[in-house]
T-cell receptor, first 116, second 114 residues
């Protein structure tokens, strides 16, 4: 069983630029969630996608957007980067197919974004 | 509003000691799920356990055990005979049946000294 993968591992951008982060879901999972984790803090929910549609959103501005593809891989796009966007971005996949561990979110290794 | 509190910011113990990480939650839902995740220095969040609100049975998995008490809204995590490899940040999280997102505690940094 293939776990959740994310790319790139690290990324350095300058303020005002745009960035795209990628996530490949665990095999059999149809739901993906994105989180932002600032240094020393717990993750903050950005949004979730289920079958290619946004299924919920946290308290993040519209310049944070996403996509989910038919193979359930996903992208997180951030426009007009700000210094405060520097963080670890985590992708998690889950299955809504039922069973005792349905909807448990399994996380990828994250992408460390630094905005200068 | 839902909330998760991990009052212990950092715990440091010597290897082989037992250690308990506290988690207190708030929710108005009757159906909810509680989780513990481990985040080693590599950064990846590793799923440890999920417990639903209707199952108050305590769980033991090797050196790990979890004590879920609805009466005190707590879901504490104990590591028995700690090892250096247990050093990590541990997060408690909550999701409600009416809400799709995980609500996270601030995490407890656990340091196991050899």
């Amino acid at each position: 069983e293939t776990g959740v993968t994310q790319s790139p591992t690290h990324l350095i951008k300058t303020r005002g630029q745009q960035v795209t982060l990628r996530c490949s879901s665990q095999s059999g999972h149809n739901t993906v969630s994105w989180y932002q984790q600032a240094l020393g803090q717990g993750p903050q929910f950005i949004f979730q996608y289920y079958r290619e549609e946004e299924n919920g959103r946290g308290n993040f501005p519209p310049r944070f957007s996403g996509l989910q593809f038919p193979n359930y891989s996903s992208e997180l796009n951030v426009n007009a980067l700000e210094l405060d966007d520097s963080a670890l971005y985590l992708c998690a996949s889950s299955s809504s197919a039922g069973g005792p561990f349905a909807d448990t979110q399994y996380f990828g290794p994250g992408t460390r974004l630094t905005v200068l | 509003a839902q909330k998760v509190t991990q009052a212990q910011t950092e715990i440091s113990v010597v290897e082989k000691e037992d250690v308990t990480l506290d988690c207190v939650y708030e929710t108005r839902d009757t159906t909810y799920y509680l989780f513990w995740y481990k985040q080693p220095p590599s950064g990846e969040l590793v799923f440890l356990i999920r417990r639903n609100s209707f199952d108050e049975q305590n769980e033991i998995s090797g050196r790990y055990s979890w004590n879920f008490q609805k009466s005190t809204s707590s879901f504490n995590f104990t590591i028995t005979a700690s090892q250096v490899v247990d050093s990590a940040v541990y997060f408690c999280a909550l999701s409600e049946d009416s809400n799709y997102q995980l609500i996270w505690g601030a995490g407890t940094k656990l340091i196991i000294k050899p």
